[in-house]
């Protein structure tokens, strides 16, 4: 008789692992037990040798799908233990000494098993919207604390009833130890407040539909359902209470509706993500690819950017779904609720995030119905409390290659690598903000909070910071934030009685590409956003880096260019395009031909392009800046695309968009040497767009142009400075990289030099990934200190 206490490490908890201890141990005929401890699992099996060592091999083997093992450990156990020869599931427990680090599970969407249950009418859970089980459910948006038990989450105020209570004690039921376990009887029920819609109620509805929608005391459960859809199918605005937050639901294939839905919100041109049924009614809008159709089924369920058909799709969606791009945001139900609503209307459905443009996401009730009060038209909402706020996460592929856009639902806040070995904290920048904690090893990438700009999300950032410290056991003894002082996030950490460390923006781009793919030496890192301040005091954006984790010097970067009026050229790329055309570094090319200059102020209003170059020539209220995204805009402006953007990236979008699938050869271009940098005068390149344009040649062949020169300048950038002995991997990040084709002709061109060369995948490669770049250099700074 062998004795074996064991140890289990990673995401364990909530993904259904006592429950599969139990039966593998049961299974070979070993005693014992097992337990959720601290962030862990722990226990001890007795037993024959070979069948322990064979438990321990399908610790790791055979885990659950949702389980993420990261160690494994045994010690000797107790050979005379008190208790019975058999194998139990024991109470959780508090370790003596807390874990450094634990790890959080998060949501998954509804799995197969619970989904045909949902539609089998002998199914006692039939219709039940929050059907789940160890395989999938709400986690991190429910957990209040580890070990994970159900009183430590917000289904504590639903007592099991006798049927669900027999299932959670059944070793061979699905339900064994699933904590979010409910039933119609016992669990969380749906209420509806608003219209109860402008259609007859059914005959399904029951004899008495008629005096329950007519009831003053509100709608539930199933009526509060049927109200919903009834509002959905006239064409109204449903706010939804999902998994991490409201969302707001309308008819994807109703113009009218998405169009209200863009006024309400504000949020006149940003793409909104559709939700469909399943994978065909995918692939009829949208083409499915391999890799396209593993990230739409897998648990996190994110919204994936797909190509879509062209006038195909029954119905069609709304051409004001993604006005003007060839790409459409699908993904598939989440919840019991969203698969109801699909089945019962038969209609894709715009799922957007419950909040006005620039605000956090709505959670609480109360909150909610403030906020949305003028955009929703009613409110289907539940009794389950929402501890944690999660947006969609998104992500794109570029051929074989994934990138994260958002990292939130169903991703944050599962660990990521680290070199971390005393607690740190990063504390991101300013859009798209986040923040990470990392320790012993491993990184917790927080959700997405949104722009840091005002009271309200800088309250969701100290919320959301408060609650990862509490369920990790992180306690920072390092504060990592951007350069820039007036970022809310920067002047907080400077506040807070820790040591600080302070992260240019694009070492934190390439730094968070590099900690992802465990690039320990040094690299070539490309960082391409729009801005960010640089370590001598001006705006950075097109920069080549030779770095590590722990530091980086500038290898070569755009040209500067003024951006006239500062913060409004951004939302005015006709701005930032006369910038580059009057008052570009010079660097030895000739400024543009003037008849060419004049072919593009044309279309603008003379007086403002008359005090915008005597804004220019004087250099006044004119901040310079190398940055990519700018360069992106002012081509989508000289290309006429756009002069007035809405959201961040928009007019580099449209850009990629005008490209299409165009093959072009690359406009002018120059790199010169310039202050011992390899600089990228931009000059041609725009004189080239511009003449060009003037001679005719089609609008999707200059952009295709452009792209193209982009990926061309930078790899002669990055093979000059492999010539100068520089480093032969390469890390690219920032927001310009989300750009599909950039992406691809830069990676072909890198890798036809024999460099090796990465991106981001599960970290976005945005500024959602700033706060684990930024974790990741401080714990490189600050390596061997107590």
Same mark, same amino acid.
């Given at each position: 008789m062998t004795a074996r206490h064991f140890r289990v490490e990673g995401i364990v908890q909530g993904v259904g692992f006592r429950p599969f201890v139990y039966r593998t141990a049961s299974g070979l005929g070993l005693s014992g037990w097992v337990a959720n401890v601290g962030g862990r699992v722990e226990g001890e099996v007795r037993g024959p040798g070979p069948a322990i060592e064979e438990f321990t091999v399908r610790l790791r083997a055979d885990a659950p799908a949702l389980a993420r093992v990261r160690r494994v450990s045994l010690t000797p156990g107790e050979r005379r233990p008190a208790g019975g020869d058999g194998f139990e599931v024991r109470r959780s427990a508090q370790p003596a000494a807390r874990?450094?680090?634990?790890?959080?599970?998060?949501d998954a969407a509804i799995c197969d098993a619970c989904l045909s249950e949902l539609r089998d009418p002998a199914d006692r859970r039939h219709r039940y919207p929050f059907i789940n089980c160890t395989d999938c459910g709400p986690r991190a948006t429910i957990i209040e604390d580890l070990p994970y038990d159900r009183i430590r989450t917000t289904m504590r105020r639903f007592p099991l009833c006798a049927d669900c209570a027999a299932e959670y004690a059944d070793p061979a039921d699905r339900r064994?130890?699933?904590?979010?376990?409910?039933?119609?009887?016992?669990?969380?029920?749906? !209420?509806? $407040? %608003? #219209?109860?819609?402008?259609?007859?109620?059914? !005959?399904? $509805? %029951? #004899?008495?539909?008629e005096d329950r929608l007519r009831g003053e005391d509100g709608l539930y459960g199933e009526d509060a359902l049927r109200a919903a859809e009834r509002v959905i199918a006239a064409g109204g605005i449903v706010a939804l209470k999902g998994l991490g937050g409201y969302q707001l639901v309308c008819d994807a294939t109703d113009p009218r509706a998405v169009a209200e839905v863009r006024r309400r919100k504000r949020r006149p041109a940003k793409p909104l993500a559709v939700m469909v049924a399943d994978v065909a009614a995918a692939a009829r809008l949208a083409r499915v690819g391999t890799a396209e159709l593993r990230a739409l089924t897998a648990p996190e369920r994110p919204v994936v950017l797909l190509a879509r058909r062209p006038g195909r799709g029954t119905p069609a969606l709304a051409p004001e779904v993604h006005p003007g791009l060839p790409r459409a945001g699908l993904f598939l139900p989440t919840t019991g609720?969203?698969?109801?609503?699909?089945?019962?209307?038969?209609?894709?459905?715009v799922v957007t995030s419950g909040n006005r443009s620039g605000e956090p996401i709505a959670v609480d009730d109360a909150d909610a119905r403030r906020a949305l009060a003028g955009i929703a038209d009613g409110f289907l909402s539940h009794d389950r409390p929402i501890r944690s706020r999660y947006d969609d996460s998104v992500v794109v592929f570029a051929g074989r290659t994934r990138v994260t856009v958002r990292r939130a639902r169903g991703l944050a806040p599962a660990p990521l690598p680290s070199a971390a070995r005393q607690p740190v904290a990063g504390l991101g920048a300013h859009l798209k903000h986040t923040v990470t904690l990392a320790a012993d090893g491993r990184a917790h990438l927080g959700p997405h909070t949104g722009d840091l700009a005002d009271l309200p999300t800088h309250a969701a950032f100290l919320a959301a910071y408060a609650h990862l410290r509490r369920l990790t056991g992180i306690e920072p003894r390092v504060l990592a934030h951007d350069l820039h002082p007036g970022y809310l996030s920067t002047q907080w950490a400077r506040e807070q009685p820790l040591p600080?460390?302070?992260?240019?923006?694009?070492?934190?781009h390439v730094a968070a590409c590099a900690a992802e793919h465990r690039v320990r030496g040094p690299f070539v890192g490309?960082?391409?956003?729009?801005?960010?301040?640089?370590?001598?005091?001006?705006?950075?954006?097109?920069?080549?880096?030779?770095?590590d984790l722990a530091g980086y010097r500038r290898l070569g970067r755009f040209a500067t260019a003024p951006l006239p009026g500062g913060e409004a050229a951004v939302r005015h790329p006709c701005r930032t395009a006369l910038g580059h055309l009057l008052g570009a570094e010079p660097l030895g090319a000739p400024p543009p031909d003037p008849r060419l200059v004049r072919s593009f102020t044309g279309r603008l209003d003379p007086a403002e392009v008359a005090a915008l170059s005597a804004m220019i020539a004087r250099g006044v209220r004119c901040p310079r800046a190398s940055s990519a995204g700018r360069l992106f805009d002012a081509a989508a402006s000289l290309l006429g695309l756009t002069d007035r953007v809405t959201y961040e990236g928009e007019a580099a979008v449209l850009l990629e968009a005008a490209a299409g699938a165009e093959r072009a050869a690359p406009l002018a271009w120059r790199v010169v040497r310039a202050g011992g940098l390899w600089v990228y005068d931009s000059t041609p390149t725009l004189s080239d767009l511009l003449r060009r344009r003037l001679d005719g040649e089609p609008v999707a062949a200059a952009a295709a142009a452009f792209h193209r020169t982009l990926a061309v300048v930078t790899a002669e950038i990055v093979t000059r400075a492999v010539a100068d002995d520089a480093p032969r991997t390469v890390c690219l990040g920032g927001g310009c990289f989300v750009n599909r084709r950039l992406l691809t002709e830069v990676g072909r061109l890198l890798r036809a030099q024999g460099l090796t060369v990465f991106a981001g995948g599960q970290v976005p490669v945005g500024d959602g990934g700033i706060s684990y770049g930024q974790?990741?250099?401080?714990?490189?700074?600050?390596?061997?200190?107590?």
């Open positions: 874990a450094t680090t634990r790890e959080v599970p998060p064994f130890h699933a904590e979010p376990v409910a039933c119609p009887v016992c669990g969380p029920r749906l !209420a509806w $407040d %608003g #219209p109860h819609g402008g259609n007859a109620p059914r !005959a399904e $509805d %029951g #004899p008495d539909a609720t969203h698969q109801l609503l699909l089945d019962d209307l038969a209609l894709p459905l600080c460390v302070a992260v240019q923006h694009h070492h934190a490309v960082a391409y956003d729009g801005l960010g301040l640089g370590d001598d005091g001006t705006l950075w954006g097109g920069e080549v880096l030779l770095a974790a990741a250099v401080a714990a490189a700074r600050t390596a061997g200190k107590g």
